[in-house]
């Protein structure tokens, strides 16, 4: 796609280039460095799952996670209410309601899911788990 002798001898019709898409790593790419690059963008993603981590170990078995803890995300951290499951749907109503949004689990395994990739600031998490203690403390 990207050899310009190709490109002329089909008259710029071989494929077209996902410009947009190239663009949009660009700027992803840009925001990645002005944090510090990979390294550090990989320190904020450890602090950002072990911040949620520790209020799930720490909450005493109201929430539990449900994954071993060799094969952890620190991506997608899914948690459960183990001992009233139709307490989750409280919690996931609630947690809509103070602007913590897609908490459902998926659809085939229940629970809540946390999304907290590169775009979730650790804030976003923090107000999770602060959320998290609140309604532990409430329920």
Same mark, same amino acid.
């Given at each position: 796609m990207l050899d310009w002798t190709v490109m002329d001898? +089909?008259?710029?019709l071989y494929n077209t280039?996902?410009?947009?898409? @190239?663009?949009?790593c660009g700027?992803?790419?840009?925001?990645?460095?002005s944090l510090?690059?990979?390294?550090k963008v990989e320190?904020? +993603?450890? $602090?950002?799952?072990?911040i949620l981590y520790e209020a799930i170990e720490q909450s005493k078995g109201f929430y539990d996670c449900p994954v071993d803890v =060799? $094969? =952890?995300?620190?991506?997608?951290?899914?948690?459960? @209410?183990?001992?009233?499951?139709d307490l989750e749907k409280v919690f996931v109503q609630e947690a809509e309601a103070q602007g913590l949004v897609n908490l459902k689990g998926h659809r085939s395994v229940g629970g809540m899911r $946390?999304? @907290?990739?590169? $775009?979730?600031?650790?804030?976003?998490?923090?107000?999770?788990?602060d959320f998290m203690k609140d309604f532990q403390a409430r329920n």
């Open positions: 001898e +089909n008259k710029s280039p996902p410009c947009f898409s @190239i663009y949009m700027l992803v790419f840009k925001h990645l460095l510090g690059g990979l390294d320190q904020i +993603n450890k $602090a950002k799952c072990g =060799r $094969a =952890r995300s620190a991506m997608n951290v899914p948690f459960t @209410i183990p001992g009233n499951p $946390a999304s @907290i990739y590169n $775009a979730m600031p650790i804030q976003g998490v923090q107000k999770l788990v």
